[in-house]
């Protein structure tokens, strides 16, 4: 069964150059702002018992879409459906009034998710004792710190017993002990067949509890589906992002030798650009010389796609014999078993003179390590646990 529905929902913002731009905007009658994008025809379904996790940078638009979502903001288009008594944790203290005590503050917020007194009157002692604020339970939420405020926040909110509990990254807000606490209790949510959305910068929280990922950039969702798969997709677009910056080599082309041909096989000898951990890589060069056969080394490495290193080595390093590099050459490089983790990864192929030192040419291909494996890193590490 369906628990929550978002159907091609719209949020924009009108952006003002200067405050008086909206009063002229009144008394002129026409625009002086531009349009803000914050979701763009947004549009997914989670089912009943499900946690959905949604990632992406700042500002991407996940605040806006989980406040829509908890009806504390109105979206400019598009339908919410939502099954079920919903209960929120956004921003840190929203919902609390600051003059009230912590004690007042319990059975306003009740209120507002449709208990009565004596539902919240048996809720209230287990409230407190989750939130663990002792006897500040009766000072005003002024007085509160931040870690205070958000550990009776979602005390409040998970205790009330909701079908659909949205959590954002508030939590990050609290103490590590208490963040465990949190995410043990979200746990047990989700074994109760709770329907969660979690938001989260903690890749590896969202990996753990999720079932499902969005991921949202510049308002609009770029990927949906195992977290796996979602995670790895954000992972290797931040990391792209910082590859832009590195600067390559300046590789002296030699117009008589180049790389004509580089290609990735798999296990049954077939072209692929998708890869699991401890498959066999081959790796297929084709060499073309139009002038007299050279002498020559070659290197191959394997690097991440933010500049991370995994490996690299060359013919001279492997005390391998030079190359006789004619035209049409054909050489091989066999990696039994790739020991990588899920990632998007760059091959480098180097052809040089037979010193290793001078640059013929250059050839980069790309491939993608969707590890079934859950540990976490760039290669496997063999390993035994001992007790």
């Known amino acids: 069964m369906t628990a929550i529905e978002v159907i091609n929902l719209n949020k924009f913002y009108k952006i003002y150059k200067k405050p008086i731009d909206r009063l002229k905007e009144i008394i002129a009658r026409r625009p002086f702002h531009t349009k803000f994008k914050a979701l763009h025809n947004v549009s997914f379904t989670v089912n009943s ?51 009230l005590s912590g004690e007042e503050n319990i059975y306003l917020n009740g209120y507002l998710m449709g208990l009565t007194r004596e539902e919240i009157n048996k809720k209230k002692k287990d409230i407190i004792e989750f939130a663990e604020i002792d006897d500040f339970i009766f000072q005003p939420i002024k007085t509160y710190s931040s870690g205070m405020q958000v ?6 909110a998970t205790s009330v017993d909701p079908d659909i509990l949205i959590v954002d990254e508030a939590l990050s807000v609290g103490d590590e002990y208490f963040q465990r606490k949190s995410m043990n209790r979200m746990v047990d949510f989700k074994k109760m067949g709770k329907t969660i959305l979690f938001c989260s910068h903690s890749i590896y929280y969202v990996q753990e509890i999720c079932n499902e990922v969005i991921w949202l950039n510049k308002g609009e969702i770029r990927s949906k589906g ?123 192929i180097i052809i040089g003179d037979e010193n290793a030192l001078f640059p ?28």
């Open 226 to 348: 195992s977290p796996s798969r979602v995670i790895m997709d954000y992972q290797n677009f931040e990391r792209n992002k910082v590859s832009k910056n590195i600067q390559e080599p300046n590789i002296a082309q030699a117009k008589q030798i180049w790389i004509d041909d580089l290609k990735l096989l798999d296990k049954t000898d077939r072209v692929s650009s998708e890869f699991d951990s401890f498959d066999p890589l081959k790796i297929y060069i084709k060499l073309r010389n139009k002038g007299q056969i050279i002498n020559g080394h070659m290197s191959f490495s394997i690097t991440r796609n933010d500049g991370v290193d995994f490996f690299g080595t060359t013919t001279h390093l492997d005390g391998c014999k030079v190359i006789t590099i004619s035209d049409n050459k054909e050489v091989m490089i066999i990696i039994p078993s790739l020991p990588l983790l899920s990632g998007f990864y760059r091959l480098t």
């Open 49 to 99: 018992g499900m946690t959905l996790g949604v990632i992406g940078e700042n500002g991407a638009g996940k605040s806006t879409l989980l406040k829509i979502l908890a009806k504390t903001l109105k979206p400019t288009s598009g339908q919410v459906i939502l099954k079920g008594r919903v209960s929120s944790l956004l921003e840190l203290g929203a919902g609390f009034n600051p003059d």
């Open 151 to 156: 550990r009776l926040a979602f005390s409040i």
């Open 360 to 387: 013929f040419d250059k050839r980069e291909i790309s491939f993608n390590l969707i590890s079934s494996r859950r540990e976490f890193g760039i290669a496997y590490l063999d390993h035994e646990w001992l007790y």
